[in-house]
């Protein structure tokens, strides 16, 4: 296993339309989290599952974002009717069971919405 | 609301000299888990150093070193011996229930 993935690298849309991300996780890893980064700024946390559990979803993610982990595997995550305001590195993230962890991030989809 | 800050957007520091990058954060939390995560151009994120917070001893892993002060909230992270490779944007982050939450970031420039 070389680390957690991400794909699609890169994601141009039009404002509207729906995009969907995947993130590959470690595979021995229970947690995989989502982070939103903006350009200057530090990731800020979406949502973590552990296992097929979503646990927490943060008050930045409207009703347009919806994330799965089917299976306790791979995540996607989806966003509906995109903004220009959804402009912004996605970092995908996966650790062991306990907050001690070290969380393992992906090199990120970047999306820009025209 | 749990903050984590770093007050220093930029710094830079010549090859082989020592720089420390400062971070306060904000908790109402015992027990908690503090990092320092390096993100170069381009590239992801990676640990550099963990501090726990019920151990007073401070962290170290080879040239990176932190100063953990617990009653001040402050988490400082020290690279001695500075190379060229430690250009990167570096996050200080405090574990929250499992999340990270991320201060805004020390983009750091090492010179020849």
């Known amino acids: 296993d070389t680390g957690v993935s991400q794909n699609p690298r890169h994601k141009i849309t039009k404002r509207g339309q729906n995009v969907t991300f995947r993130c590959d996780p470690i595979?021995?890893?229970?947690?995989l989290y989502w982070y939103r980064q903006t350009l200057g700024q530090g990731p800020e946390f979406l949502t973590y599952f552990q296992n097929e559990a979503q646990l927490e979803k943060s008050r930045l993610l409207s009703d347009r974002f919806s994330a799965e982990r089917p299976k306790g595997s791979f995540s996607t995550l989806e966003i509906q009717r995109t903004e220009q305001g959804d402009s912004a590195m996605y970092l995908c993230?996966?650790?062991?069971?306990?907050?001690?962890?070290?969380?393992?991030f992906g090199p990120g989809t970047r999306l820009t919405v025209l | 609301a749990q903050t984590v800050t770093q007050s220093q957007p930029e710094m830079s520091v010549q090859e082989a000299e020592t720089v420390t990058l400062s971070c306060t954060y904000d908790t109402s939390e015992n027990n908690y888990y503090l990092f320092w995560y390096k993100q170069p151009p381009s590239r992801q994120m990676i640990l550099v150093i963990r501090?726990?917070?019920?151990?007073?001893q401070n962290a170290t892993e080879n040239r990176f070193s932190v100063n953990f002060q617990k009653a001040a909230k402050s988490f400082s992270l020290k690279i001695s011996d500075s190379q060229l490779g430690d250009t990167a944007m570096y996050f200080c982050?405090?574990?929250?229930?499992?999340?990270?939450?991320f201060g805004q970031g020390t983009e750091l420039s090492v010179k020849p």
């Open positions: 501090q726990e917070a019920y151990k007073q």
């Open positions: 595979s021995e890893h229970n947690r």
């Open positions: 993230a996966s650790s062991f069971l306990t907050n001690r962890d070290e969380q393992f």
């Open positions: 982050a405090y574990n929250q229930g499992g999340k990270l939450i």
